[in-house]
């Protein structure tokens, strides 16, 4: 039952975090970006939870999707949002010169969430959980093949 409940959870806080990420961005937010890749980074370690795979501490999202197996039919769509492990952390501090890096535009937000949306969507499908639950449980855990 304990990877039911992580792989669900994981999904769970992703919804939360890609919809938190969409109202920062129309509130112009800095961090709506940094809050979008928190969400692909959660997407992929449901993914690599299932696989048996520790995804490590990191934030580096290329790393952990390159440890999904290439068999595993989501891999393409969680490739998709590697970009935003640049994010994690360029967004949140000042430089050491104290610049403070202009957020990415609107057209690339907006691109790479709906690769987040498409990677979460059918992540959830396929291990059957319900996001709006409370505690939510995955009904299937298997990997993804």
Do not use: W
Request: aromatic fraction near 4%; proline fraction near 6%; hydrophobic fraction near 40%.
């Amino acid at each position: 039952m304990k990877t039911e409940k992580v792989v669900a959870s994981f999904l769970k806080v992703a919804s939360e975090d890609l919809e938190g990420a969409r109202i920062l961005a129309k509130a112009q937010n800095r961090n709506a970006i940094y809050l979008c890749s928190q969400a692909a980074e959660k997407v992929i370690r449901a993914v690599l939870t299932s696989e048996g795979e520790h995804a490590g501490i990191g934030h580096q999202l290329d790393r952990m999707i390159d440890k999904v197996p290439d068999e595993n039919p989501v891999k393409p769509l969680l490739r998709s949002t590697q970009d935003l492990g640049s994010f994690a952390t360029s967004y949140r501090y000042p430089t050491v010169a104290g610049r403070i890096k202009d957020p990415p535009r609107k057209a690339e937000f907006e691109r790479l969430a709906n690769a987040v949306e498409l990677a979460l969507q059918e992540v959830v499908k396929r291990f059957e959980v319900d996001v709006n639950e409370e505690t939510p449980t995955a009904g299937n855990v298997n990997p993804i093949r």
